[in-house]
């Protein structure tokens, strides 16, 4: 019984095997740019959020400067005792200055990832714009290089 199904199956892949990929030509100096842009785009993107969350980092900051210190001189006068609202009052400045931080920080990270990235792909553009005729996928060399010689 293994036999014959070993058979069929055998007989059957010319049927179910995949027809040659055709491989486009790729144009090297294109790729790279293309690269180049879509990273230096995310990299201005991560610039922004990372000054939006560096503000609000600042503005929390300044906004539990401002509810803590009368809150603080309050509580002295009523015999240290801090109302509820009062507590939110504090923790929510902290909490989105926390939050903020968390976010400056790992938007910094992503800012210098997002760098090294476009200038790498910037510098492979240079690179192939002087040489057009090498295939960035698959690392061979195209017929320009024959007609080259």
């Given amino acids: 019984m293994k036999i014959i199904l070993l058979c069929v199956a055998l007989l059957m892949m010319p049927c179910l095997a995949d027809e040659p990929a055709t491989v486009t030509p790729v144009d090297s100096a294109a790729y790279y740019q293309k690269m180049y842009e879509y990273n230096l785009e995310k990299y201005h993107t991560d610039v922004f959020v990372k000054d939006v969350m560096f503000w609000t980092y600042i503005g929390g900051m300044i906004a539990s400067g401002c509810i803590s210190l009368p809150v603080a001189l309050g509580a002295g006068v009523r015999g240290g005792k ?16 926390g939050t903020a931080g968390l976010g400056y920080i790992t938007f910094e990270i992503a800012t210098l990832v997002r760098r090294s990235k476009y200038e ?25 290089l024959s007609l080259n010689f």
């Fill in 82 to 97: 801090i109302s509820t609202m009062e507590k939110v009052g504090i923790i929510a400045p902290l909490a989105i200055m």
């Fill in 120 to 144: 790498k792909y910037y510098q492979k553009w240079n690179d192939y714009q002087i040489v057009p005729f090498v295939n960035p996928v698959n690392g061979g060399v195209g017929g320009l």
